[in-house]
């Protein structure tokens, strides 16, 4: 069996799928694996290093054709879709919400799709969980970066010249990005509030020395599984105006809110922005799907009234070395958890397997995105054997 990892094309996308850490073990799984020249540059993995794991250098043009596993990190192209063959495997971050077209033209061709946003958030599936692996980089390069264009101090200074006091920094949403949000801005010295609908997360805000702020609670944000439900237009609203005095006293505000599949919910309206004081800074980590903040534009820098808003929709990216370790072990761990004797196999009635399959022999599988009931494997053939 034929692995291809080809090089990315997507503009500022710099990660790579495979590391030489995980193309060594792919070696001695028994894959034969090849890689796009350049594919692993721009985080730190020359082509030297990928041929003395074990794989050839196979150039993109040509590429991947007679592949049997296509390792993405993100969607796929046409063209790159156009080159596999029927049957094949592909696995990355496939971005099935917003890439419809994409994913239809997957099903048409006949390609096997894996789409790790849609691995099911297990503890047996966390060495797969590219989401987490991901969203903890973001927060963490979201607080530094807010740092850094910020005009005051972080910590609590005694100097010789007087006192600074420490920065206010308040995270909205604490599912892994903003956890470690917290954390970070905790290590660099700053009082951090935090809002989640998430009843369950206090505690976990807590124990990283963040405020919980708390919320109505007649309306419950918990949709189970660890995710957050839609939230009425009413509650958004009541929820802003509790917001409103934390916002405006804080030097730095990172946005993390998600609702999985959903538009994210607006935390940040033009008038809490503007009860903000010049120097302070927004970071909105949902800018690539819509926003916390109404004014935020994604990768690019608003300045209003002096409040700088940063929506950078592929954080991770900006740390492209570390990004791509822990991600290729991630896919690495996806795949070894779908070998069976001496191919890959992808067992639609094992639970991370089946939550994670998108399209699936020529249709789309995946329940929230099926039109159609998928076909009913009879007994015998609920294995496609990928060789
Ligand atoms: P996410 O990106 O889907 O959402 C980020 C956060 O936004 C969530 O905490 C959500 O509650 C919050 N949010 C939504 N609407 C909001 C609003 N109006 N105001 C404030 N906050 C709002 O979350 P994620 O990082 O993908 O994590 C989702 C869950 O999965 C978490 O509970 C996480 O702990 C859990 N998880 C479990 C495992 C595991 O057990 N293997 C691994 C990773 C994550």
């Keep these: 069996m034929k692995i ?5 094309r997507a503009t500022g996308e710099t990660r790579v799928a495979a590391t030489p850490e995980t193309v060594a073990k792919m070696v001695e799984l028994g894959f034969t694996v090849a890689v796009e020249p350049g594919a692993g540059v721009e985080s730190g993995f020359g082509d030297d ?12 043009a040509a590429g991947g054709g007679d592949a049997d596993v296509l390792l993405k990190v993100g969607p796929l192209t046409e063209e790159e879709i156009g080159r596999l063959r029927q049957g094949a495997t592909v696995a990355g971050l496939l971005s099935p919400y917003r890439e419809k077209e994409t994913v239809a033209l997957l099903a048409q061709k006949g390609i096997n799709s894996l789409a790790l946003e849609l691995l099911p958030r297990t503890t047996l599936a966390q060495s797969m969980d590219a989401l987490s692996s991901q969203a903890s980089i973001a927060g963490y390069k979201a607080v530094l970066l807010a740092a850094s264009r910020l005009d ?9 010249a007087g006192t600074i006091p420490p920065a206010r920094v308040v995270v909205m949403g604490a599912g892994v990005a903003g956890l470690q949000a917290v954390a970070t801005a905790k290590r660099l010295g700053a009082v951090v509030e935090v809002s989640d609908i998430r009843a369950a997360v206090k505690e976990e805000i807590e124990s990283l020395g963040g405020r919980f702020i708390e919320l109505p609670t007649e309306e419950k944000g918990d949709a189970g599984g660890g995710y957050a439900k ?9 929820q802003r105006e509790i917001l409103k005095q934390h916002v405006g006293a804080a030097s730095v505000v990172v946005t993390t809110a998600q609702v999985p599949g959903k538009k994210p919910p607006v935390l940040l309206d033009e008038e809490m922005v503007a009860l903000m ?3 302070a800074v927004i970071i909105d980590l949902a800018a690539g799907s819509g926003g916390n903040c109404v004014l935020t534009r994604a990768d690019e820098e608003t300045n209003v009234d002096g409040v700088l808003i940063l929506g950078p929709s592929n954080l991770a990216a900006s740390m492209p070395h570390d990004a791509s370790v822990l991600y290729a072990r991630n896919l690495l761990a996806l795949l070894e958890h779908a070998m069976g004797e001496d191919s890959l196999e992808l067992d639609r009635d094992d639970e991370i397997l089946a939550g994670t399959l998108l399209t699936f022999g020529g249709r789309v599988v995946h329940p929230h995105f099926a039109e159609s009931p998928a076909p009913q494997p009879t007994v015998g053939q609920d294995k496609e054997l990928v060789s």
């Design 49 to 60: 290093l990928y041929e003395e794991a074990g794989a050839k250098l196979e150039a993109g």
């Design 277 to 279: 004081k010049p120097g």
């Design 4 to 8: 291809y990892i080809p090089k990315e």
């Design 152 to 160: 005051r101090y972080f910590p609590l200074l005694m100097t010789a």
């Design 230 to 238: 839609e939230m009425t237009a009413d509650f958004l609203h009541r």
